[in-house]
């Protein structure tokens, strides 16, 4: 009885608390909602004719999204100011296509709604003129029924998307919602670096923007490479990751023939201007060949991370309980990604840049390397 007098209870105050939070929810939302009202009434009788004619500009604080709408119908714009600031939006709307594009290159807008049907400049022209000022921007035609097949041919030059007027407050509410989402998961995708697996000799010709890993290779958690050559024996290098990180090296040390190597423990030191950086081996076994070149030009290593630039052959001891702890294919491609932004994190962090040591520590530390 004292059991379910207790569950009760705390039923009773979860259910209290939840509607207490809904509550406050609710007020904060009326509040930011009368806020808006006032700044949607006083805003609109500002003068902003010295950026355009016929300007009109309503700002809330915390937008968002920033959107500036042109229809050569004022009805249609109050629609617009009144329901999206409302909802939270600022709104600059103008009444011609000249008007717009000049607005364009000056200010910052994460959306452009452009009548089709307009004098002087259509909507088709705003929207390829809008692409090539600012490709960045997302355009939406707005359309009526006659001209729909009008407005799905402009998604050829660029418009996200078009919408149908008339439209009610709730239409166009939702409509910019989901708007906005498809933009904030195409700018988080566009956030995400870009990893592609390539040739091993690609990596020399890849944009220094972009990260590469050498397909059919290995990857172990001290970014190091490894792929198996069709003796038997394992070549191994330093990855995309570390040799960007790590820029100019000046300086190789090379296991000697025949030394024997355990997996995480150093197998290569690397010198150069900003310090020095030990690299783990990926898999142990008997080291049976060494990259010779690399002594007098240890710029390969560089410049040629998963061909000219490898580092040397080992004989593995133990390949099949070695490769259990490395990365291979998708799991690579997402552990790199991780390991950029992990990276980027520390970079910012950092007011300077990041010495040698402090990255050997962070992401080059010796220690029992990670399953995939």
Excluded at 1 to 13: D, H, N
Excluded at 338 to 347: G, P
Excluded at 349 to 368: H, I, N, V, Y
């Amino acid at each position: 009885m004292t059991a379910l007098l207790i569950l009760f209870m705390f039923l009773a105050f979860a259910g209290i608390d939840l509607l207490v939070r809904a509550s406050l929810k609710r007020r904060r939302e009326r509040l930011a909602r009368q806020a808006r009202e006032e700044v949607l009434k006083t805003s609109i009788r500002l003068d902003f004719t010295h950026e355009a004619k016929s300007l009109k500009r309503v700002e809330v604080p915390d937008p968002k999204a920033r959107i500036l709408a042109v229809d050569d119908e004022a009805v249609v714009l109050d629609s617009f100011r009144r329901i999206l600031v409302l909802e939270g939006y600022n709104v600059d709307t103008v009444e011609t296509g000249p008007e717009a594009l000049g607005l364009v290159q000056r200010r910052d807008y994460d959306f452009v709604f452009t009548d089709l049907k307009m004098p002087d400049m259509d909507g088709v022209e705003v929207v390829k003129a809008v692409k090539h000022l600012r490709p960045d921007v997302d355009v939406v035609v707005i359309t009526g029924y006659g001209s729909i097949e009008t407005a799905v041919q402009t998604l050829q030059h660029g418009a996200c998307e078009y919408v149908q007027k008339p439209f009610t407050a709730d239409e166009l509410s939702e409509f910019a919602r989901k708007l906005l989402i498809k933009r904030e998961a195409r700018l988080e995708a566009q956030r995400q670096p870009t990893v592609r697996v390539v040739a091993p000799e690609m990596a020399e010709v890849m944009p220094a923007s972009e990260y590469c890993l050498p397909g059919g290779a290995f990857l172990s958690s001290g970014h190091a490479w490894a792929r198996i050559e069709p003796e038997g024996q394992v070549r191994v290098g330093l990855d995309d990751f570390a040799r960007k990180a790590l820029g100019q090296v000046t300086a190789v040390e090379l296991p000697a023939r025949g030394t024997t190597v355990r997996a995480s423990e150093t197998l290569v030191t690397l010198r150069g201007t900003a310090g020095t950086v030990h690299l783990a081996a990926p898999l142990s076994g008997r080291v049976a060949h060494d990259n010779g070149a690399l002594r007098q030009t240890p710029e390969l290593l560089v410049e040629s991370p998963y061909d000219r630039g490898w580092l040397c052959l080992i004989e593995p001891s133990d390949l099949a309980g070695d490769l259990a702890a490395l990365r291979i294919g998708e799991p690579a491609v997402a552990w790199y990604q991780e390991e950029i932004a992990r990276l980027r994190k520390a970079q910012a962090s950092t007011p300077e840049a990041m010495d040698w040591a402090a990255f050997e520590r962070a992401f080059l530390a010796k220690g029992e390397p990670v399953h995939a």
